[in-house]
């Protein structure tokens, strides 16, 4: 029988990691549920609550963290590397602490330099972060983009490259998101869209998909805007998402919503979720 999809979405922590965590995926009737560990705006760390971590860890809720959006190593900025791969270090080290199953990272941009410089320093600065973290511990799971700018992975087929920087490592898994995915060009909303995406995913990364941001888009296919829509009200549409949770390479991978609107919206997103599923 094939593994059934866990569904849920970014939380709120207010009033605690766990306890303000906790008690927002129950108000949207999340299944498993995405949090951040530090301010995911600014580069000062947040040492957690032993208590809170305690909480969540012993809760039984899957949980993923979402690493600081600054987060670059294909940054020129010397300052920038540094402080990413600080980030990185901690948040691994924070969702070992309440026992996330992977922390997600976005794979980041050359800015003015070149390609291969920039890969090269992915793999100076990110490999070493990898080989810290114990079998037990969290994966790292990559997060391509929506290809703006010169970012260094947007397609799935970029995921090649950049799994070869890394050796490989088996640490370091794969986060899918579905807006940034359309945006790149992956048409999920064409009648074959998802089949073709995760076959291409399959060929490069296998068995790494260990975390799907199920994201509506409000612009077309490889507009290469990363903006996000409710499920069902994009370009996207509802069924591709059905399509999604039916191929062999998402069995039993979580869906975690990222979708714009208060409380209620996000519930409805994962309401719709549950019932395509």
């Known amino acids: 029988m094939t593994p059934s999809n866990l569904i849920g979405g970014h939380v709120f922590v207010a009033g605690g990691l766990a306890t303000g965590g906790l008690r927002h995926a129950s108000k949207i009737g999340a299944e498993m549920i995405q949090v951040f ?9 947040s040492a957690g609550d032993p ?7 012993e809760s039984g809720m899957p949980a993923f963290v979402h690493a600081n959006y600054l987060v670059n190593f294909g ?8 402080s990413s791969v600080t980030v990185i270090r901690h948040t691994l080290r ?6 996330a199953l992977g922390v997600v990272v976005h794979t ?14 992915v793999r100076e600065h990110l490999l070493p972060l990898l080989d810290e973290i114990p079998d037990d511990g969290p994966d790292l799971l990559l997060e391509p983009m929506a290809g703006q700018g010169r ?28 807006c940034h995915a359309f945006a790149a060009g992956h048409d999920l909303a064409a009648p074959d869209g998802v089949r073709l995406t995760l076959d291409a995913l399959h060929e490069v990364a296998p068995g790494r998909l260990k975390l799907i941001h199920a994201n509506d888009s409000k612009d077309a296919c490889g507009s290469k805007r990363d903006r996000h829509e409710n499920i069902g009200a994009g370009h996207i ?32 997103d994962i309401e719709l979720l549950k019932k395509l599923r």
Request: aromatic content about 4%; overall charge negative; some cysteine.
């Open 237 to 268: 549409g509802a069924r591709p998402f059905a399509d999604l949770m039916r191929h062999p390479v998402a069995a039993g991978v979580p869906l975690c919503v990222e979708t714009p609107g208060k409380e209620e919206k996000l519930r409805e």
């Open 94 to 99: 924070r969702a070992a602490a309440i026992g």
């Open 37 to 45: 560990v530090s301010n995911p705006r600014g580069w000062a760390l």
């Open 51 to 57: 208590a809170e971590d305690a909480k969540l860890r």
């Open 75 to 82: 940054s020129p900025t010397e300052a920038t590397l540094e």
């Open 108 to 121: 980041g941009s050359a800015v003015n330099q070149s390609r291969e410089e920039a890969m090269r320093q």
């Open 151 to 178: 970012m260094l992975c947007a397609t799935v087929q970029d995921l090649g490259p950049y799994l070869e920087a890394l050796d490989f490592h088996p640490k370091a898994g794969v986060c899918l998101d579905t």
